[in-house]
């Protein structure tokens, strides 16, 4: 019994799954989990169940991009009662695994993979236990005895060996619940379930303020289809001057999904763990940036579309970015949503990939795992160039979205502003915002919104937030940063004001998101030594050293790094 591993894993939504499944497929009888979920539900966390979704919200992801659990989507989906299928307009005999599915549904998918995992831990003999309802209020580390503690409540402690942190999103809220229609995000969704008539301002395009679009559409109006079956919108009468105005730093919408023709995890071009390992090796421990751009870009593309290739061969990032974001800048947003609707169409129908998107996304996931150890001049071209292309072409809005939104806009309900880097939202004591920015004209607007909804997605927060707060106050975990490779660069960013320090050997480095994590996700102190015992793949926590928010992809991938590490240590 001495020898046991206790494990606690903090959170029982999709990334507390895939840790789950990690334990029980190694089959370890020396090891004891204990599961710690603030719900009364498993495996839905907060995207797929209430807290983030009503019947009208639809995943971005399907069947076929899902990693393993224990039944496919498309078998499972053969399960599922008449009646809720019927309530979700699904055909079992129709549904294959290139379907987007209802959020809420998605989640009883997750939550009976949960189900089945405790049934094989049970067959097996891997020791398990969970508590529900039981939410952890803080995390103590005891190098001494080489153990965690894990407090619930407040109150209650549980020891443990290791912990895995897999609390997942978290919305911190600043003005919500004290000025009356201010909404710090959009969830849970039924808070949006009210007729405005009025315009109401969205700060994002995001996937994110998708979903409070789809919500706010519903009770204020509906959706029909013409005689040629084409979707239409009508206001209700108590709704008359109900408005949707969108705003967003570059004036654009997100791009359409397509038809995928490669997952990014069986993708077998991309650069290996090693490859990066000696790259890095000899180019002073840094991962360049346009090293990853070079083989896990332009590589693939050379081969799946030579024309494309010829185009953008001599581009270097910024050139290829700025190339890209001109094509989308210079149409109206709308138009170019109905564009790649129709493009999208003829992808799925041919199951054809637009395969420069693709390989966009596939970038995203191959450099989220080795951003730490990019330079700092690198990570602020990451930041600056890449990462807001990336964030726009790679959302694949699903098609029933984009019909949505283009039926919303030419029902003169949904329209797009562009207000810069410079933009600034006021909170009002009587209710909602006044949003101020520069117009097209360069001249400064100040428009006032009766409601004013924050959905620009889930935040990479700071290191302070972090909700454990002896793992801040004993120094447990660190704030993250990256290195300058150039000491003048890093001197010239902080003569600038950035987020920059300077240690007691002289080096520079650019402070970034999140706390400090090594290659197995565990977390790193302030005198930059690794803990055993503390795991964390807590996505809004990590993202200066994780910036691309993978979902599914990125629990399979990260557990799969601890497990690894946890049955060496």
């Known amino acids: 019994?001495?020898?046991?591993?206790?494990?606690?894993?903090?959170?029982?939504?999709?990334?507390?799954?895939?840790?789950?499944?990690?334990?029980?497929?190694?089959?370890?009888?020396?090891?004891?989990?204990?599961?710690?979920?603030?719900?009364?539900?498993?495996?839905?966390?907060m995207p797929y169940s209430?807290?983030?979704?009503?019947?009208?919200?639809?995943?971005?992801?399907?069947?076929?991009?899902?990693?393993?659990?224990?039944?496919?989507?498309?078998?499972?989906?053969?399960?599922?009662?008449?009646?809720?299928?019927d309530k979700f307009h699904i055909d079992p005999e129709r549904f294959n695994e290139y379907k987007v599915l209802p959020r809420l549904l998605f989640g009883q998918y997750l939550t009976e993979q949960f189900d089945l995992l405790q049934k094989q831990a049970k067959e097996l003999?891997?020791?398990?236990?969970?508590?529900?309802?039981?939410?952890?209020?803080?995390?103590?580390?005891?190098?001494?005895?080489?153990?965690?503690?894990?407090?619930?409540?407040?109150e209650t402690q549980f020891e443990f060996d290791h912990v895995v942190i897999c609390a997942g999103h978290n919305w911190p809220t600043k003005h919500e619940g004290l000025i009356p229609n201010y909404f710090d995000s959009p969830y849970p969704p039924l808070k949006l379930a009210f007729t405005f008539d009025h315009p109401v301002a969205i700060k994002g395009s995001s996937l994110t303020a998708v979903d409070a679009v789809r919500t706010l559409a519903r009770y204020n109006g509906r959706f029909d289809k013409d005689q040629n079956g084409r979707l239409i919108y009508r206001t209700l009468?108590?709704?008359?001057?109900?408005?949707?105005?969108?705003?967003?730093?570059?004036?654009?919408?997100?791009?359409?999904?397509?038809?995928?023709?490669?997952?990014?995890?069986?993708?077998?071009?991309?650069?290996?763990k090693e490859e990066i390992a000696a790259h890095i090796k000899n180019n002073h421990g840094f991962l360049s940036l346009d090293y990853v751009f070079e083989k896990d870009f332009k590589a693939p593309i050379k081969d799946k579309e030579p024309a494309f290739y010829e185009q953008i061969k001599d581009m270097n990032l910024e050139a290829f970015v700025a190339k890209m974001m001109e094509l989308r800048e210079c149409l109206d947003p709308f138009l170019l949503l109905k564009a790649e609707y129709d493009e999208a169409e003829k992808s799925i129908k041919k199951k054809g990939s637009v395969y420069w998107k693709e390989m966009l996304g596939v970038l995203s996931f191959a450099l989220?795992?080795?951003?730490?150890?990019?330079?700092?001049?690198?990570?602020?071209?990451?930041?600056?160039?890449?990462?807001?292309?990336?964030?726009i072409v790679i959302a694949y809005i699903p098609q029933s979205s984009s019909e949505e939104l283009l039926a919303l806009h030419e029902a003169g309900i949904l329209s797009l502003i562009s207000v810069g880097d410079n933009s600034k939202v006021e909170a009002m004591a009587e209710g909602g915002a006044t949003y101020h920015y520069d117009d097209e004209c360069g001249q400064r607007q100040a428009v006032y919104f009766n409601t004013y909804?924050?959905?620009?997605?889930?935040?990479?927060?700071?290191?302070?937030?972090?909700?454990?707060?002896s793992l801040l106050s004993q120094r447990t975990v660190s704030p993250a940063r990256v290195k300058f490779s150039s000491a003048d660069?890093?001197?010239?960013?902080?003569?600038?004001?950035k987020a920059v320090?300077?240690?007691?050997?002289?080096?520079?480095?650019?402070?970034?998101?999140?706390?400090?994590?090594?290659?197995?996700?565990?977390?790193?102190?302030?005198?930059?030594?690794?803990?055993?015992?503390?795991?964390?793949?807590?996505?809004?926590?990590?993202?200066g050293y994780n910036p691309d928010y993978s979902g599914l992809d990125f629990s399979e991938e990260a557990s799969a790094a601890i497990l690894k590490r946890l049955f060496i240590a």
């Open 1 to 45: 019994m001495e020898d046991r591993k206790r494990i606690a894993i903090v959170g029982g939504g999709p990334s507390g799954l895939f840790m789950f499944k990690r334990l029980v497929d190694a089959q370890r009888r020396d090891v004891e989990i204990t599961i710690f979920e603030q719900k009364k539900r498993l495996g839905a966390g």
């Open 368 to 391: 989220n795992y080795p951003a730490k150890h990019l330079s700092a001049e690198d990570m602020q071209r990451l930041q600056n160039s890449l990462t807001p292309l990336i964030s």
């Open 489 to 497: 660069e890093g001197y010239k960013a902080m003569r600038e004001g």
């Open 237 to 272: 009468d108590q709704s008359p001057n109900f408005k949707l105005i969108l705003h967003t730093r570059n004036g654009m919408l997100p791009a359409v999904r397509f038809h995928l023709e490669d997952s990014h995890l069986s993708n077998d071009s991309l650069l290996s």
């Open 453 to 469: 909804i924050d959905c620009v997605g889930q935040p990479h927060l700071a290191f302070e937030d972090l909700p454990f707060k």
């Open 125 to 154: 003999g891997v020791d398990f236990e969970i508590h529900y309802n039981s939410r952890v209020t803080d995390i103590i580390d005891q190098p001494e005895q080489e153990k965690i503690l894990v407090e619930i409540g407040d």
């Open 501 to 543: 320090l300077q240690d007691q050997n002289g080096d520079y480095y650019l402070k970034v998101a999140g706390i400090t994590i090594n290659d197995h996700f565990q977390v790193v102190d302030a005198y930059g030594a690794f803990n055993d015992r503390i795991y964390i793949m807590a996505v809004p926590y990590i993202g």
């Open 50 to 85: 209430a807290e983030g979704a009503n019947d009208e919200h639809i995943t971005n992801v399907s069947g076929n991009e899902i990693p393993l659990l224990v039944t496919t989507l498309a078998d499972w989906i053969k399960t599922v009662s008449k009646d809720t299928l």
